[in-house]
């Protein structure tokens, strides 16, 4: 048996290796069987057009966990692990009762692995993109987080997304398991006017698991009140400059949304932006935590120089990359 399957594993892997872009094939041929999907002619069709594999199944570990991957999620990278190493480095109180924001959650890899790390956490994670935030609650149901978790769209570059954010009445508490039909997501403007509002998502699952839906709410933060200001906040912001987008390769230029790659003209816009409005959200004790693109340290410290932060810790990725930076508010 174990023979005949090391056979399947062999034979697969040789398939992959005939297509140019597959760089591990013998990893990938695993990857593909332990699935357990069956239509490895349309699998290899789609390797051949350079859809990553992970889009395929729609499956891609971080941490020590499985996240939902869609169209509409930058695939998980190893890389960003280096963030959780750096939270975990700063807070090494694992039963704190932290307050968590993620700014664009994507699949929601950062928050929930930190909610995972830190059993008494709490989190928001948000998102311009509401399809990624449905795959992020999803993933907070499969991780046994979504009690802890809690998803609201918003845009950065919307004038008031601070104080948007400050004022919404959050609730915590959603049962873990359950399919629900009801999710924790708030409309913002933008998202009312392009006709994507609270009440579409309760017409329609969000999970697709099928379960029956009961969705149990209870407000926290166990008489606290309000949610910010925050002990961490951590973002992964779009970084690629618009110009290099056209020359990424074609398994992110093509499969990976656009929303999550571009950074603007000079990559920056978005940790700009952050850098200058988001003080408010962040306790005078707390620490953020930015992913940052190759050589843009020293760019993004200033940017936060200028804004009352002070650089605290950088941190490498494996590849010798710098790849995090920490700030705390300066003074
Ligand atoms: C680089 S991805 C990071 C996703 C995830 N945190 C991760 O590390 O894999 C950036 C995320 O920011 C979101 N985003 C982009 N522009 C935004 C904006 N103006 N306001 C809020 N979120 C935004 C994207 O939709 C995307 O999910």
Redesign the pocket.
């Known amino acids: 048996m174990a023979k005949d399957l090391s056979a399947l594993v062999q034979n697969l892997a040789s398939r992959l290796k005939e297509i140019d872009s597959v760089e591990a094939p013998m990893l990938e041929a695993k990857w593909i069987l332990q699935s357990g999907r069956l239509d490895i002619e349309e699998i290899l069709a789609r390797r051949k057009r350079r859809e990553p594999l992970s889009k395929i199944l729609q499956s891609r570990g971080f941490w020590a966990y499985d996240f939902k991957v869609t169209k509409d999620?930058?695939d998980?990278?190893a890389d960003?692990e280096t963030l959780i190493d750096a939270v975990l480095r700063h807070f090494p109180e694992k039963e704190a009762s932290l307050k968590v924001l993620?700014?664009?959650?994507?699949?929601g890899?950062?928050l929930l692995t930190v909610l995972k790390e830190y059993p008494q956490a709490f989190g928001i994670g948000?998102?311009?993109?509401l399809d990624?935030l449905k795959v992020a609650l999803e993933n907070a149901v499969s991780l046994e987080v979504s009690s802890r978790s809690f998803f609201t769209l918003?845009?950065?570059?919307e004038k008031d997304w601070v104080q948007r954010l400050e004022n919404l009445e959050i609730s915590f508490g959603l049962s873990e398991g359950k399919a629900a039909k009801e999710a924790d997501f708030v409309s913002s403007e933008k998202a009312e006017s392009s006709k994507v509002t609270a009440a579409d998502l309760k017409n329609e699952s969000v999970f697709s698991n099928g379960q029956d839906s009961s969705c149990k709410k209870s407000v926290l933060i166990s008489g606290e009140g309000a949610f910010f200001p925050a002990d961490i906040i951590i973002s992964?912001?779009?970084y690629i400059p618009t110009r290099d987008i056209e020359g990424l390769q074609e398994e992110v230029r093509d499969y990976d949304?656009l929303?999550?790659?571009d950074g603007g003209k000079d990559g920056l816009a978005?940790y700009r932006r952050l850098a200058e409005t988001i003080r408010p959200l962040l306790k005078t004790s707390g620490r953020i935590f930015f992913?940052i693109g190759q050589g843009q340290e020293e760019q993004v410290a200033s940017l936060m120089r200028q804004n009352g932060f002070a650089l605290e810790a950088a941190y490498k990725d494996l590849g010798g990359i710098t790849r995090c930076l920490v700030f705390r508010l300066a003074g």
């Open positions: 999620t930058l998980p990278r960003s993620d700014l664009g959650t994507g699949t890899c950062l948000t998102d311009k993109s990624a918003c845009d950065w570059f992964n912001p779009p949304p929303l999550s790659l978005c992913e």
